[in-house]
């Protein structure tokens, strides 16, 4: 008895002073904590300012939204005149632009050609009407606006896609 006690516990002994085959990793910080670029309120409002100068141009009024990298409204606008329809418009356009990573014009004709992607329109937040573009910086989307009221498919998109801030690389393609 003695004689098997002894040869168990010096097989547990020796098995525990065995080394990992592997080191272990510390565990730090950047495992968990991803930084990444994200839209300011000065930058939301000078991209509202760009896009309302451009609705000018085209002597249009539009609401506007401008959201941050997580869907966040940093800015929400209704242009004078403008039916309050377009104001939840504008917001939701922004979140698909920034949620799909695609402006809502070319996500609406791709959904429209595509038997298998019609049915994104039937998403609660999803809008498949033109004048949402993501905004990228970099190569990664860092926010969207969405524009509505313009008085067309075409005109919402071209002054959506006219707000970027391009000559500090924030541009509305990638």
């Known amino acids: 008895m003695k004689i098997l006690l002894a040869l168990l516990l010096s097989s547990t002994v020796c098995l525990g002073q065995q080394r990992p085959e592997k080191p272990l990793t510390p565990i730090t910080a950047d495992s968990y904590v991803k930084t990444s670029d994200n839209l300011t309120l000065k930058a939301a409002f000078e991209i509202a300012a760009r896009a309302t100068q451009s609705a000018s141009s085209l002597d249009k ?3 506007i939204a401008v959201l941050d990298a997580s869907g966040t409204t940093l800015l929400l606008m209704k242009g ?3 039916g309050p329809h377009n104001t939840e418009a504008a917001r939701r356009k922004a979140f698909t632009a920034l949620s799909t990573k695609t402006p809502t014009l070319v996500l ?3 959904a429209e050609s595509n038997v298998d992607t019609k049915n994104l329109n039937s ?3 999803l809008l498949l009407l033109s004048g949402g573009v993501p905004l990228w910086y970099k190569g990664n989307v860092i926010g ?3 524009v509505a009221g313009g008085g067309s498919p075409e005109n919402d ?3 959506a896609k006219s707000a970027g801030l391009t000559e500090l ?3 509305s393609t990638k």
């Open 80 to 82: 004078d005149g403008v």
């Open 61 to 63: 009024n539009v609401s």
């Open 157 to 159: 998109d071209l002054i």
């Open 123 to 125: 998403l609660p937040e």
């Open 108 to 110: 609406l004709r791709k």
């Open 144 to 146: 969207s606006i969405g």
């Open 169 to 171: 690389g924030i541009t």
